[in-house]
């Protein structure tokens, strides 16, 4: 099949490779500048780094799966992050028992409660019995109020606004699993895993062996229109149907082509974009279809990259535990991948979720810091803006899912009821929650669905199996 895939990051471009070993003529047609969506990447002191903060878990099967696929596993080092807390004006590490008890913001019975309660959750493997259950309440009733207001209720504030109290328990046993599931024995450390040279490396990989099947790959293609017709979709309208190429960058061969004025034509089209933008993309979508696409809403993802010339902190991820503050965690990538590797650098992710009709997300980026500068004093009384070398931000419209009690009901199956169209998008990933891992299965479970619909898929199928 002549398959079109619309989005070019983590799902999209493992969508396309699958196919392409299956023997699919895929397109690859991605609106931003580069490939890898928030994995894209920027570059500090010679070395690239992602745009928005990227680790894996010990528990990441796909990751590791396809890293050593591609020839890349030998890269993927494993390091004991620095995790801690803000709150009441101090740092406080939190990473091992003994520092949870020396946590004093809660008293020594508040102590023992949060940390038997997040052991049994981690515990828990049937998440299905905690569908109906809001994260809030399960940690008020089991957890008490106090650990709620202290430590969790902070977190799910800033991740998810004013819908802190819908998101669904599964979400945050989802979470819960997966930290302490990378933790090294006996509850010590948790372990992370960092490509050396970014995961940057894992989408260039993607995009080489793409081609090398046959495929093409464009960037700056923003599609205006899926075509249908007929109650099936026959190809997609750019919003600038020109000469449009991919051009020769980190190694990839020059692949230029003639694009006609009329829509591209494809058997199949994959949509990995936002539920939102897919609706747009298909005006004719059913009423009860398009319901469901709306029934699943978004927070915004806001992340302001700082390179600094002294280090903010010694904690490489830094819950925001207070509701004051205008983020929600500082990741300073340099306390986890040392400095020396960015020209002696220190890089310091801020992150926030917001509604975009927040006052915040509008802000410019020298406003934000504005914004940021005395909060971030607050976490060293010495910093000043004058460390500030270069400061950079990414938003993303669809950054977070806000997943709700009872979700399983609301996935949307990836064939949609137009023939020929499939959607692959965060929205899908469940139990678990959007991350590197659960993209690349997503990638991989979307070009499944579209083999089984050729002659081929037999072929894929037998291909995938372990």
Not at 4 to 22: N, P, Q, R
Not at 39 to 47: D, K, M, R, S, W
Not at 277 to 299: G, S
Request: with cysteine.
């Amino acid at each position: 099949m002549n398959i079109g895939i619309i989005g070019g990051g983590l799902a999209g471009l493992v969508a396309g490779y699958e196919l392409g070993k299956a023997g699919h003529r895929v397109t690859i047609l991605e609106r931003d500048s580069q490939l890898g969506g928030q994995v894209g990447t920027l570059e500090v002191g010679g070395e690239r780094l992602e745009r928005f903060y990227h680790h894996i878990f010990t528990s990441d099967s796909h990751v590791r799966e396809l890293l050593a696929e591609l020839g890349l596993a030998s890269r993927l080092v494993w390091i004991s992050s620095k995790v801690g807390f803000f709150r009441d004006g101090s740092l406080w590490d939190f990473v091992t028992p003994r520092d949870l008890l020396n946590f004093t913001p809660l008293s020594l019975p508040n102590r023992v409660r949060l940390g038997l309660a997040s052991v049994y959750i981690q515990r828990q493997a049937n998440w299905q019995k905690y569908e109906g259950v809001t994260a809030r309440d399960w940690i008020v009733k089991y957890a008490g109020r106090r650990n709620f207001e202290v430590v969790w209720g902070p977190l799910l504030r800033g991740k998810f606004g004013e819908s802190y109290d819908k998101v669904g328990m599964v979400w945050f046993w989802g979470k819960m699993r997966l930290r302490f599931g990378s933790r090294e024995k006996g509850l010590q450390s948790e372990r992370l895993g960092y490509l050396n040279g970014s995961f940057g490396l894992l989408v260039d990989e993607l995009a080489r062996a793409i081609l090398r099947a046959g495929g093409r790959i464009f960037t700056e293609a923003s599609v205006e229109r899926i075509a249908v017709e007929n109650g099936a979709a026959r190809g997609v309208q750019l919003e600038r149907p020109e000469v449009l190429s991919w051009r020769e960058e980190n190694g990839l061969a020059k692949d230029v082509h003639d694009l006609p004025e009329d829509a591209l034509p494809f058997d199949a089209v994959i949509a990995t974009v936002p539920s939102m933008v897919f609706e747009r993309l298909v005006p004719d979508l059913p009423v009860d279809y398009v319901q469901r696409l709306k029934a699943t809403t978004y927070q915004a993802a806001v992340c302001m990259v700082l390179t600094m010339a002294r280090p903010l902190s010694h904690i490489y991820w830094l819950n925001i535990s207070d509701p004051t503050m205008p983020f929600v965690a500082v990741i300073e990538h340099t306390n986890f991948v040392g400095a020396e590797r960015y020209g002696g650098k220190h890089v310091v992710y801020l992150s926030n979720y917001l509604s975009q009709d927040n006052p915040l997300y509008r802000q410019t980026p020298g406003d934000l810091l504005q914004t940021y500068e005395p909060h971030l004093k607050r976490i060293n009384p010495e910093f000043s803006l004058s460390w500030v070398e270069s400061y950079r931000l990414f938003r993303d419209d669809s950054g977070q899912p806000i997943v709700t009690t009872n979700y399983s009901q609301k996935l949307l199956p990836m064939e949609t009821p137009v023939g020929g169209l499939y959607l692959a998008n965060t929205t899908q990933i469940y139990p678990e929650d959007r991350g590197m891992n659960y993209s690349i299965r997503l990638g991989r479970d979307v070009s499944r669905v579209v083999a089984g619909k050729s002659r081929l898929g037999g072929v894929l199928s037998r291909g995938n199996e372990k």
